[in-house]
């Protein structure tokens, strides 16, 4: 079985010595991914996962595309990442997309594939779709977080 040492184990005769507490603990159990079919669509392209309050942002290459969220509330669904700009031409081709509610009023950049419309897995299928075929409207580079301090 392999073994991890923590950086508090302490070192006898040349080997670790296990923590009988760390041996028996709980393990944290991880959460599942909602929507992980999500996953499934766009293995070709190897994306990674992050938490992100609460949720599952979805990542390909440097970009984030989709945040996957299941809090039980309208806005419970799969999120998009594009901008204002996009959001006539992708209406027509995701037609229930909509600006996400508990960003507050009026029209975000972000907008959300309802998991309660009838369409939903059908419009998240489209939504992978336009991912693998690299449309430059879905996706985002988050701006860095090591910014320059004045």
Not at 55 to 80: H, M, P, S
Not at 82 to 106: A, D, F, Q
Not at 131 to 139: C, F, H, M, S, T
């Amino acid at each position: 079985m392999p073994f991890a040492p923590s950086l508090s184990s302490p070192i006898l005769g040349g080997q670790l010595r296990r923590d009988p507490d760390a041996l028996f603990a709980a393990r944290k159990k991880s959460k599942k991914i909602p929507f992980d079919f999500v996953l499934d669509e766009l293995t070709d392209l190897g994306p990674w996962t992050r938490p992100m309050f609460g949720c599952t942002a979805v990542y390909v290459e440097e970009k984030i595309v989709f945040v996957l969220r299941d809090k039980n509330d309208q806005d419970t669904g799969v999120w998009i990442a594009t901008t204002k700009e996009h959001h006539t031409s992708l209406r027509r081709e995701l037609p229930n997309m909509r600006s996400i509610k508990v960003l507050g009023v009026g029209e975000t950049g972000w907008q959300v594939l309802p998991a309660d419309a009838d369409d939903f897995e059908e419009s998240v299928l489209r939504a992978c779709a336009l991912v693998l075929a690299g449309d430059a409207r879905v996706g985002k580079v988050p701006a860095s977080r090591n910014r320059k301090r004045r």
